[in-house]
């Protein structure tokens, strides 16, 4: 993703995060976007994308987080850190960023679903302790409506 032109959510997508929402769960995107360190995009650019996802999916994030760095980066504090996928750090930041913010409510990691469609993002959940979806399945919804069906 390099703008907010480039942002397209599957269409099914804020439907099911709504569902997810509906039964108390708190929405985080978490995503490597290296092309700030590689003076593709400017955090602004990246910042402005990451507002249209949150537009094109209803507003239902709770929070958005994103890695700068990439290994390939010229500047040597811009090409290592613990965030960059598959590396855990941005979910478990995300996960402090929502227990400050909601403090009567509790976000261990390992309660929560991961959702990603590269490898980088199965080992970054596995890292944590995150239970990991391909993000084709999950799309389908029956994980959701499994959900639903437990909470009946």
């Known amino acids: 993703m390099n ?7 599957f269409p099914e997508v804020p439907a099911i995060l709504q569902r997810y929402k509906a039964l108390g769960w708190r929405i985080a995107g978490v995503s490597n976007q290296g092309g700030i360190a590689l003076g593709i995009m400017t955090m602004e650019d990246c910042a402005i994308a990451m507002q249209e996802t949150h537009e094109q999916c209803e507003y239902v994030f709770d929070k ?3 890695c700068r ?3 390939d980066a010229a500047d040597p504090e811009m090409s290592t850190c613990w965030c ?5 750090g941005l979910i478990i930041e995300v996960a402090h960023s929502l227990a400050d913010r909601y403090p009567r409510e509790m976000y261990p990691p390992h309660l929560a679903l991961m959702v990603g469609d ?3 993002d199965k080992a970054a959940a ?6 990991f979806l391909d993000a084709a399945e999950w799309r ?13």
Do not use: N, Q, T
């Open 64 to 66: 958005i987080a994103w």
């Open 3 to 9: 703008s907010r032109e480039d942002v397209v959510v």
């Open 118 to 120: 590269r490898p980088e």
């Open 140 to 152: 389908a919804g029956a994980h959701v409506a499994e959900l639903e069906a437990k909470k009946r």
């Open 126 to 131: 596995e890292g944590a302790g995150v239970a």
């Open 69 to 71: 760095h990439h290994p």
């Open 84 to 88: 960059r996928k598959p590396r855990p």
